[in-house]
């Protein structure tokens, strides 16, 4: 297991006072090719309406700040175990921000955790290693437009479409990150998709703009996605009511009916799944207002 860049969200009621200690853990788990930056908006909402809250922006190991080899196997259970790795040393007494133990649960548990698509099934992967490791689950797995079942259907394509031009791309280097864009659209990238992926470069020594992924990793952590199968442990947190299951009606689960697919095929009850009928994917940039009131409002007891 590794420990992962990652940064803190809080409240600024918070900064530099003993109740950011106190304040309860939300780790946020990120989506194939991304990074805990494509989290910061929803992370500032979510701590501004649950201020005793903070949350842990987490990048997987080969994205963003962890785009040097870190040693493999590349799977869903490493980066499960990675999650444990980093909740621990961010937290702990020799953390720069030190958590007191109720900031988490009694076992060292997170309480909350999301997981936006790729992220999701990590973060059913950390819950299983907290279950396995004879520790609580979190009071609540939230896997946002994230299948736990094998992956297929389109978007599996549209990925490794995205994973071949990337290969190409982390082999140059541009004068600038706008420059960078460019060449990703020349590559077949559409615009959103280009500026997405240009949010994981940095300068280079020589002051070139370079993508910093490992691919490598990033492509075999891909194919253990596709061939998880984790809706056991999915199962088995509903039944006790820790999961939470958002639907992208425009997303890449729209091929589901909410209240029938995914209680037929998944043994998930209703009760947690939650459809979000007008938004794609990225349900936290399309429709933020919404998942917040699923997150906070409808389940106002998780955050208490």
């Known amino acids: 297991m590794s420990v992962l860049a990652h940064k803190w969200v809080a409240s600024g009621a918070l900064k530099g006072k003993p109740a950011f200690a106190r304040a309860r853990v939300c780790v946020v788990l990120h989506g194939i090719m991304g990074s805990g930056r494509n989290w910061m908006t929803a992370a500032r909402q979510i701590v501004k309406r649950a201020p005793h809250y903070k949350v842990l922006l987490v990048d997987h190991r080969g994205h963003g700040e962890n785009g040097t080899r870190i040693e493999g196997p590349h ?25 007191t133990p109720e900031a988490l649960l009694a076992c060292g548990t997170a309480p909350m955790v999301l997981g ?11 819950a299983r290693n907290r279950v396995d490791s004879g520790h609580r689950a ?26 071949g031009v990337l290969k190409q791309a982390v082999k140059l280097w541009y004068p600038t990150k706008n420059d960078a864009i460019d060449s990703l659209v020349l590559m077949g990238l559409d615009d959103p998709t280009a500026r997405w992926l240009a949010m994981t470069t940095k300068k280079d020594a020589d002051g ?20 998880s199968d984790c809706t056991l442990i999915a199962r088995e ?13 425009r997303g890449r689960m729209g ?10 095929e998944m043994g998930l009850p209703g009760s947690a799944i939650f459809n979000m009928a007008d938004a794609g994917h990225n349900v936290h940039v399309d429709d933020l207002p919404g998942l917040l009131d699923i997150l906070l409002n409808r389940n106002a007891a998780d955050w208490s």
């Open 208 to 227: 070139r703009v370079v993508f910093t992924y490992d691919v490598e990793a990033v492509e075999a952590m891909y194919a253990s996605y596709n061939n």
């Open 75 to 99: 799977d869903l259970d490493a980066c499960g175990r990675d999650v444990v790795a980093t909740v621990r040393a961010a937290t702990g007494a020799a953390a720069p921000t030190p958590s």
């Open 255 to 264: 091929l589901f009916d909410p209240k029938s697919d995914i209680e037929g």
């Open 116 to 126: 936006h698509s790729f992220g999701g099934k990590v973060a059913l992967a950390y």
């Open 237 to 249: 947190l509903a039944a006790t009511d820790q999961f939470g299951l958002v639907v992208a009606g």
């Open 138 to 163: 979190p009071n609540r797995t939230w896997l946002l437009d994230s299948n736990p079942q094998h992956a297929r259907g389109a978007s599996a394509s549209t990925t490794k479409h995205v994973l």
